[in-house]
């Protein structure tokens, strides 16, 4: 956990979309920059799948974060201005609830008897914090991937919870490729005998599932022209050549990057957030995305996506805006060519930055902020 | 196998390109039409993948072949006008000798014992059933998907092999975003418990490492856009809805799709030929791809890709008609809008079937066969 951490009990029972309930819980989050007297200079980050609240460094824990260029003293989401929140997701492994900590009730982790979580209820415990921090509005809410739709969540269920939205690589639901894929890695880990019905230990660990469960997701968030021109045919001579694989670049990239994984991220934490993926629809139980969205008050809202992502297609991302300016919102949307697929917004900085920036400063003089 | 499947014994050794050699081998194929006095009326359709020799139905073998609406009497390459050979690739399991076959020298199944399996070792052994037959030039070659790589590699050794060539939805060398996906389903297969080092058997098959590999197969030769329209959202009701997973229609698809699969291929034979593709590379020991394929003579050609194809990407296919063209064959060159991938050419028949029929009435105008 980084040191920089702060944490919020919630001495009350959190009730889930889809039934049961936790009967108390804790998220984990750090802050940048100040809140201004009159709470409104606040911006919130919800994060992708697996990362921490940790965003980025600060004096109180300097290593890098995960969106370290973006978030910061003078820094596109800047902290001589705004006063930037980062969670960690309900369900997660850094430091809020989730399937790996401790069920009061038993003394053991939760694991499979965590309750079924929804994107939803990642949104209900993100809203906690932020009235927690005494904050009735958002200045900004931003949501890359998985982020965008607990977002569009939280805008949902707090019609009035933002002032400006700015929403990367997201999308509005799931579609049957991103299902698909996600479905199979959940497979892949759950298939694994020493997941063994969530019964796994340190000493009996699904690495193998979580290795590949973790390349499959490295071929949905790059692409194809990325790899072309990073890798061409190179041979590879890092790792033991082995029976039917590891000849070539790309694939001792792709051992490396799934061994860094295996280890750091809950397996059922990991399940649990991909299956709330896939069941997020924001416009259930609406006729259809217009209506879902038509109570949300927004000043304004930019939607940035990325031509070459497979799992979070920019169509989509086109329809979060299209939706949002049909609904008198004013809405700004680009498509960035990047080669980097869906996690552009994690790797090609340069196009990122300026735009990130840009949206940053406008909301800043609309506010009038210092 | 089907009842109208020839096999060619060759007893001399066969030498494979990355060393080690057999001391016979067999060879499956089957024959629609009658070979012309001159033997001038050939064609040889190299396959995918998976499939048998058993590209059609005929009087000897009714039930349906892996392209039935495109071989046969009437259909689009015409058995009334040409013979046509269809062959089981060596490495197979149809038929053809492969990892599955006796060892004549242990009495036991190769599995592991195989040699390392190149495509050009699959385009030296299909030249073998030619010459058997008495041909000495193929009017046609024809090769869908790994198909024509072998095609690609038959045409190198035999630069005079065929007069015209109709390659679809293939490649001049593994791309690493091919190779990534590939190399993961080999890892999936032999990483199954069950594989036990090649020693499964009917009573212990990696089952699981084979239907997730099939799954993960069936992510790249489809499209997300034909899943989209498909599929859509709707929730399945077919499997019993598993933890984590079997919420989908798109999820039950591939589950059925899957278990398909499981049995009907030998797992070695899969990762062997999975392996050859990733290693595949027509223009390796040469400049480059114009230099590769400069010796080859061809009166025409016709290449057919899908633009969405994530496999087989169609600049690949466009690159092999470019080259063509170049090296002053006359080439035509066709980029199919079909939603289906790269499995377009078993599946969009609507889209092929004018394509294919047109080459091979023009091949049977240029040729003037009766």
Not at 38 to 45: E, F, G, Q, R, Y
Not at 55 to 81: F, L, Q, R, T, Y
Not at 209 to 233: I, Q, V
Not at 271 to 289: C, E, K, N, Q, T
Request: glycine share 6%.
């Amino acid at each position: 956990m980084s040191s920089a951490t702060r944490f919020l009990h919630v001495d009350e029972p959190l009730l889930f979309k889809r039934g049961g309930s936790l009967p108390s819980y804790t998220m984990a989050y750090e802050t940048w920059g100040e809140l201004n007297a009159d709470a409104s200079n606040a911006v919130l980050i919800l994060t992708g799948l697996s990362p921490s609240g940790h965003a980025a460094s600060s004096p109180a824990d300097p290593s890098p974060g995960w969106w370290e260029p973006m978030v910061g003293s003078g820094k596109p989401i800047n902290a001589d201005h705004f006063y930037i929140i980062s969670l960690n997701s309900l369900g997660s492994c850094k430091g809020s609830t989730g399937p790996a900590s401790t069920n009061p009730e038993t003394g053991k982790p939760y694991r499979l008897d965590f309750p079924e979580l929804s994107i939803e209820d990642i949104a209900t415990a993100a809203h906690k914090v932020i009235q927690h921090l005494g904050i009735e509005q958002l200045c900004t809410m931003v949501g890359p991937s998985m982020g965008g739709m607990s977002a569009l969540a939280y805008l949902q269920q707090n019609p009035q919870g933002a002032r400006h939205f700015l929403t990367i690589s997201s999308s509005p639901c799931s579609e049957p490729f991103s299902i698909a894929i996600r479905s199979l890695q959940r497979e892949l880990i759950v298939s694994d005998p020493a997941f063994n019905g969530g019964n796994y230990d340190d000493d009996n660990w699904p690495e193998n599932g979580m290795r590949m469960a973790r390349k499959l997701g490295m071929l949905s968030y790059r692409s194809a022209a990325e790899w072309r021109t990073r890798f061409e045919r190179k041979e590879q001579n890092y790792f033991p050549t082995e029976l039917f694989g590891m000849n070539y670049e790309v694939e001792s990239y792709l051992e490396a990057a799934a061994r860094r994984f295996i280890y750091s991220f809950d397996p059922c934490s990991y399940v649990y957030l991909s299956r709330s993926m896939d069941w997020f629809d924001v416009a259930d139980g609406y006729p259809d995305l217009a209506a879902a969205l038509a109570a949300i008050e927004l000043r304004s809202a930019r939607v940035l996506g990325v031509e070459t992502d497979i799992l979070f297609p920019v169509h989509q991302q086109r329809a979060i805006a299209d939706t949002l300016s049909a609904n008198n919102i004013q809405t700004a949307f680009t498509e960035l060519p990047s080669l980097m697929g869906h996690d552009a917004f994690l790797a090609d900085y340069k196009l990122f930055i300026p735009l990130v920036e840009d949206y940053f400063r406008q909301i800043k003089d609309e506010e009038s902020l210092p």
